[in-house]
C-alpha cells in the first residue's frame, strides 16, 4: 500500500490548494519509474489539469536556457532572491546534463543554484536531461506544469542554444535565453533564422564592461532587423553589486502579461503528450503515428479539453486504429 500522501490525486489536491511542501513527494512520484508511479502520475496531473483546477495554472512557468558557463545558475540564484523579494513562492527545476554520458566536460566551474534553506516558499531540485542536448525528460515536463498549480513561479533551467537544442519552448510560457558576452553564437544564430526570437534576450555578466555593453547592442540591433524590436534584451550581472535583477523580473511579467496563456499551455500540454508517447514507443511508436509533424498535426485538431493522460490515450489508440 502506498500511504494516502503519496497518492497523485492527493498530491495534485494539495498542490491545488498551494500547499508547497507537496513539491517534494511530487517529484519524487514522478521520477519513480515503477508502474504504480505512472498511473499516480496521471492521477495528479488530470488533478492539476485546466478541468480540474478550473482554468490554466496560476504559476508563470519560465524558461531560462543558454550555453553552459553563461551564468544561468549564478543568475537564478538572485532571480529567486528579487521573486521573494516580490512575495512570490519559487520552484526551480535545474536540468543537469551531467547525468549525460558526455555531460561532465560540458560543467567547467559550475555555480550551484544559491538560496535560503529556510525558506519554504522556495523549491529546487535538479532533474535529469532528456536525451538531447537542450532535451527534457518527460518527469521535468510533468513537474512544470504539476508545480505552476502551487507556486507563483516555476522555472526551468536548461543548458542548449539554437533549434535542435532545446524542448523548453513547448513547455515555458516565457523563455529567456542567456548570452555570454563576446561569444556571437545567438547573435548569428538569431541572424541565421536557425534560432526562433526567444521572448526575451538575457546578457550576463554586464560586469565585464564594454564586451557585454556590445553585446546588447548587436542583439538589439539584429532584433530590430528581423522586425522583433519589441523584444525585451536585458543586461545583469550576478558579481556585486548585482545588476538588472528588477529589469529583468519586469521584462518576464510584461511577457507573461502580453501572453495568450491558454494557447500557450494548450500547445504546451499536447507537446507534453507526444513527448510522453515518444519516449515510451520510441521511433516506431512515432512511425505508426505517420511521423511527428503528422502527430502534432493531428494533436491540433483534438479537443482543447483534453489532458496529457487523455491526450496520450488518444495517441496510443490512434496507433492502434492505424496499425
Ligand atoms: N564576471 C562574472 N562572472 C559570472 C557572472 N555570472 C556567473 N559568472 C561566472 O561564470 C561561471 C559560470 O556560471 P554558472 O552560473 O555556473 O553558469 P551556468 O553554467 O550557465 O549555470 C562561474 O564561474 C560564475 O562565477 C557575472 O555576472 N559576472
Ligand atoms: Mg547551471
Do not use: C
Not at 60 to 72: A, D, I, Q, R
Not at 131 to 158: C, H, K, W, Y
Not at 275 to 284: I, N, Q
Amino acid at each position: 500500500m502506498t500511504p494516502a500522501s503519496d497518492d497523485g490525486r492527493a498530491l495534485g489536491d494539495r498542490l491545488r490548494s498551494r500547499d508547497l511542501s507537496a513539491a517534494a513527494p511530487v517529484l519524487n512520484m514522478l521520477e519513480s519509474r515503477s508502474p504504480e508511479a505512472r498511473a499516480q502520475t496521471a492521477a495528479l496531473l488530470h488533478a492539476v489539469s485546466p478541468a480540474s483546477v478550473g482554468g490554466e495554472a496560476p504559476g508563470h512557468v519560465v524558461g531560462v536556457t543558454g550555453p553552459p558557463g553563461v551564468g544561468k545558475s549564478s543568475l537564478l540564484s538572485h532571480l529567486v532572491e528579487g521573486w521573494r523579494g516580490r512575495g512570490r513562492s519559487v520552484a526551480v527545476l535545474a536540468v543537469d546534463p551531467s547525468s549525460r554520458r558526455s555531460g561532465g566536460a560540458l560543467l567547467g566551474d559550475r555555480a550551484r543554484i544559491d538560496v535560503d534553506p529556510a525558506d519554504r516558499a522556495v523549491f529546487v531540485r535538479s532533474m535529469a536531461a532528456g536525451n538531447r542536448l537542450g532535451g527534457l525528460a518527460p518527469s521535468t515536463r510533468a513537474a512544470a506544469s504539476a508545480l505552476a498549480a502551487a507556486f507563483d513561479v516555476v522555472v526551468i533551467e536548461t543548458v542548449g542554444v539554437g533549434q535542435s537544442e532545446t524542448e523548453v519552448a513547448d513547455v515555458a510560457d516565457t523563455v529567456a535565453v542567456v548570452v555570454q558576452p563576446g561569444s556571437g553564437d545567438v547573435l548569428q544564430f538569431l541572424k541565421a533564422g536557425i534560432m526562433e526570437i526567444p521572448d526575451v534576450l538575457v546578457v550576463t555578466k554586464a560586469d565585464l564592461g564594454r564586451v557585454a555593453t556590445r553585446a546588447l547592442s548587436d542583439l538589439r540591433s539584429a532584433l530590430r532587423a528581423l522586425g522583433a524590436q519589441d523584444t525585451a534584451v536585458v543586461a545583469v550581472s550576478s558579481v556585486s553589486p548585482p545588476a538588472g535583477i528588477d529589469d529583468l523580473i519586469d521584462a518576464l511579467d510584461a511577457h507573461r502579461q502580453s501572453l495568450d496563456l491558454p494557447a500557450r499551455r494548450l500547445r504546451a500540454r499536447r507537446m507534453h503528450a507526444l513527448a510522453d508517447f515518444s519516449a515510451e514507443h520510441g521511433e516506431r511508436g512515432l512511425r505508426a503515428l505517420g511521423g511527428r509533424r503528422a502527430a502534432e498535426k493531428w494533436l491540433a485538431e483534438q479537443d482543447p479539453g483534453l489532458d496529457v493522460p487523455a491526450l496520450e490515450e488518444a495517441l496510443g489508440e490512434r496507433t492502434a486504429q492505424r496499425g
